[in-house]
């Protein structure tokens, strides 16, 4: 400060909020709010005076998960297939499908004996379940099963 210049007093009125955000800001850099106050007008003025603007600039827009789309490859045929037939309507569907569904002599033949033996198979095995396997040992007539149930 220069040698007989005048000081004076300026009031401000700042809300809680702010004024707490003040100390906290103060008490990081080890100073006082007021030092931090004083140091905070001088640096605006200094802007004004430059002709700069006291907001600071609009930061460039965010654009979320830029980094990882511009790591996605094309799509692939197959890909490009699903994602048009992603939601469309069911009657634009079944003519094809059920045409991809027909299935010539020799592989209706084919699928018959494959069902046919899983239901073989399926039956024979004939296992019994626990609830069916608790039931025989202990039968609800006893007070064993009855006390199970």
């Known amino acids: 400060m220069e ?10 009125k700042l809300d809680e909020a702010i004024r ?19 140091r905070m007008i001088v ?10 603007a006291l907001q600071a600039q609009a930061a460039p827009p ?3 998960f830029l980094d990882f ?17 992603y939601r469309r ?15 010539d002599a020799a592989q ?5 004996k494959t069902a046919t033996n899983l239901v073989v198979k399926l039956r024979s095995k004939r296992s019994r379940g626990l609830v069916e396997t608790l039931l025989r040992e202990y039968a609800l007539s006893s ?3 009855v006390a199970l149930m």
């Open 143 to 145: 007070q064993e099963g």
């Open 69 to 85: 789309a511009q790591d996605v490859q094309p799509q692939t045929v197959a890909r490009a297939a699903v994602t048009a037939a």
């Open 20 to 38: 707490e955000r003040l100390k906290a800001a103060a008490a990081a850099q080890g100073e006082t709010p007021h030092r931090a106050m004083k």
């Open 43 to 52: 640096a605006g003025l200094e802007r004004l005076e430059r002709g700069e």
């Open 89 to 103: 309507p069911e009657a634009d569907c079944l003519p094809a499908l059920l045409a991809a569904a027909e299935l």
């Open 3 to 12: 040698a007989g210049m005048a000081i004076s007093t300026v009031g401000i």
């Open 62 to 64: 965010v654009v979320p």
């Open 108 to 112: 209706a033949v084919q699928a018959e």
